[in-house]
């Protein structure tokens, strides 16, 4: 018997979101491919852009907390117990990295690569 | 053999993950609970049996979708005068002033699945014995299977100076009627809101859909009052109809306990009969007699009963608690009639104790469609349902407690060590209010 079918994952997710969920789905996948690529191109990571994605990301992370809320009807008092600190937490942390990675890509696409020895530890 | 992908016994998924599995929720779980994929996998089985489906609601369409993914050559139909699908877990949100009216409203023939016909009339009878349904233009089908999914009947009749059109004025709010009734419930609580005053909650005795809904209703009148500083303003009174505030004894004390921290009186054994709307006097029988109580707002929840074509059928319990309103006396783990075996009941008009809910109706029909298949291909089915059913009790806008429960009045746990039953959380609010339509909706396709 199996106990986790992705099919009903993507029928709910489908109900739930329509066609957004192609569009957050292609978003993803390109975001996180063009990181990748980023990554294979400059042979690690520029630490000057991680600092400014990461700094977005914070912003992203707030961000996805308040789309979290406008689209549950939520308050933002309305934490209960320790699953919902684990759920903002989850929520936030989401945003923060979505958003960083996309940030990074965009930034590391559009501009050219920094002088050498800027290059960060990986 | 297709009913080889359902699991051998329900009774065994018990509680992991079930309400997402079910009506649950949370994508994150969503899938748990082979009984939730109607074999897409497994071969269809051939068949040429005629079956219908008395009634196009949650059960009746869940139960179609399932059929169409199980049968080949089946003959499917679906019997069911409503044109409108409504989402009914969404009349409470409504009536909340968290969703507009829409929100709950789509048709029941964009869940009609490929092959399955849709006869969109009413029932107007049903005969076991020559095995046939009549529609109310007089077309009669005769069936080797019925799928009784007809619902039940909102009794308002039964209280004495109520009228449905006037629901929304004059104080008088009730949810469950329709989803402009909900909304017009909230146009009614709203104004209660801003004005305060004395605020009657309360259930009717017999069995019900949903027993939660008349308690979240109060928990969210109070934190509205609450919202505009006019908590101070009002006086809330919950009448119960019974001993207690509900049919699982570990969730009515805790719901005691809530009130009690609410500032809710309760008032038990007190039934709704008769209401003067004009003079917004409602009056219950109690065991000391008739009470009149005066009120500015009043959720009134009618009475429910099984529709008149099934009170007048063979097919309710001829005897016991149940008898009276004519719920259908079905096997409560097989769902199967007890008289006429190739009859099974599934959703709010099956004679079973426990929840009248779409979560009862997630894991009633994957059973009782692994029986009927079962008879098609000679393997008999070994599922049970065992009487799970969940309701996200809301607390307070924004909170809710995720309860979740058997035949044995056990709570179940989805997640345990995660999402503690008795805690108001807001976890459970985001399930009620994001992944329960989605889940639902999916239910009907037969996707979930």
């Known amino acids: 018997m199996k106990e986790l079918d992705p099919m009903v994952f993507l029928a709910v997710f489908q109900e739930m979101l329509g066609p957004m969920l192609w569009v957050m789905l292609l978003v993803a996948v390109l975001g996180v491919a063009a990181f990748a690529a980023l990554l294979v191109r400059e042979g690690g990571l520029v630490s000057r852009r991680l600092v400014q994605s990461e700094l977005l990301g914070l912003l992203g992370g707030v961000l996805a907390l308040v789309i979290m809320a406008r689209v549950s009807s939520s308050g933002f008092t309305d934490a209960g117990g320790p699953a919902d600190w684990?759920?903002?937490?989850?929520?936030?942390?989401m945003g923060a990295v979505a958003t960083a990675i996309l940030v990074y890509a965009i930034l590391g696409w559009l501009r050219p690569r920094p002088k050498k020895g800027t290059l960060a530890r990986a | 053999m297709t009913t080889d992908a359902t699991p051998?016994?329900?009774?065994?998924?018990?509680?992991?993950?079930?309400?997402?599995?079910?009506?649950?929720?949370l994508p994150l779980a969503g899938a748990m609970g082979a009984a939730a994929m109607p074999a897409q996998a497994a071969a269809r089985a051939r068949t040429q049996a005629r079956i219908v489906i008395a009634g196009g609601g949650a059960a009746g369409l869940a139960s179609a979708s399932r059929l169409a993914a199980l049968l080949d050559g089946a003959s499917i139909?679906?019997?069911?005068?409503?044109?409108?699908?409504?989402?009914?877990?969404?009349?409470?949100?409504?009536?909340?002033?968290?969703?507009?009216?829409?929100?709950?409203?789509?048709?029941?023939?964009?869940?009609?699945?490929?092959?399955?016909?849709?006869?969109?009339?009413?029932?107007?009878?049903?005969?076991?014995?020559?095995?046939?349904?009549?529609?109310?233009?007089?077309k009669r089908l005769t069936y080797d299977?019925?799928?009784l999914a007809t619902g039940l009947e909102l009794n308002y009749g039964a209280i004495e100076g109520m009228d449905t059109t006037r629901i929304g004025t004059s104080g008088?709010?009730?949810?469950?009627?329709?989803?402009?009734?909900?909304?017009?419930?909230?146009?009614?609580?709203?104004?209660f809101a801003d004005t305060g005053g004395v605020g009657l909650f309360g259930r009717p005795p017999g069995e019900m859909k949903c027993a939660g809904a008349p308690l979240k209703y109060t928990f969210i009148s109070d934190d509205h009052l609450r919202r505009r500083g006019n908590r101070g303003k009002a006086e809330l009174m919950y009448m119960a109809q019974s001993k207690s505030l509900f049919g699982v004894p570990i969730v009515a004390e805790k719901v005691r306990m809530l009130f009690q921290d609410r500032g809710v009186k309760v008032h038990h054994e007190h039934v709704l009969q008769s209401i003067d709307l004009g003079r917004r006097i409602a009056t219950y029988k109690t065991p000391a007699g008739t009470l009149e109580q005066g009120y500015d707002f009043i959720n009134v929840v009618p009475p429910m009963r099984a529709p008149e074509v099934v009170r007048n059928s063979p097919l309710p319990w001829t005897e016991g608690p149940w008898a009276a309103d004519g719920w259908a006396d079905v096997d409560k783990q097989t769902l199967r009639h007890k008289r006429y075996p190739e009859v099974f009941a599934v959703g709010d008009i099956a004679g079973v104790p426990k929840g009248k809910t779409a979560a009862s109706v997630k894991w009633q029909v994957p059973v009782a469609v692994s029986h009927l298949v079962g008879d098609i291909t000679g393997k008999p089915s070994q599922d049970r349902y065992d009487g799970y059913t969940s309701c996200p009790l809301?607390?307070?806008?924004?909170?809710?407690?995720?309860?979740?429960?058997?035949?044995?009045?056990?709570?179940?746990?989805?997640?345990?060590?995660?999402?503690?039953?008795?805690?108001?959380?807001?976890?459970?609010?985001v399930m009620k209010t994001m992944a329960l339509k989605p889940t639902y909706i999916s239910m009907l396709r037969g996707r979930a």
């Open chain 1, 86 to 93: 684990f759920l903002i937490a989850l929520v936030y942390g």
């Open chain 2, 8 to 25: 051998r016994n329900t009774a065994s998924l018990a509680g992991r993950r079930r309400l997402l599995a079910g009506l649950g929720a």
């Open chain 2, 77 to 138: 139909t679906v019997i069911d005068g409503r044109k409108a699908h409504y989402y009914q877990p969404g009349f409470t949100l409504i009536a909340a002033g968290v969703k507009p009216q829409g929100y709950v409203i789509s048709s029941t023939s964009e869940y009609i699945p490929t092959g399955v016909e849709l006869i969109a009339e009413k029932v107007a009878e049903i005969d076991p014995e020559g095995k046939a349904v009549v529609t109310d233009s007089g």
């Open chain 2, 145 to 147: 299977f019925l799928i």
């Open chain 2, 172 to 191: 008088l709010g009730s949810i469950y009627h329709s989803p402009q009734a909900a909304a017009a419930t909230w146009q009614a609580l709203n104004q």
């Open chain 2, 394 to 429: 809301i607390t307070r806008l924004g909170r809710a407690m995720l309860i979740e429960f058997d035949y044995q009045d056990n709570l179940v746990m989805s997640f345990p060590g995660v999402i503690a039953p008795l805690e108001e959380l807001w976890i459970s609010w």
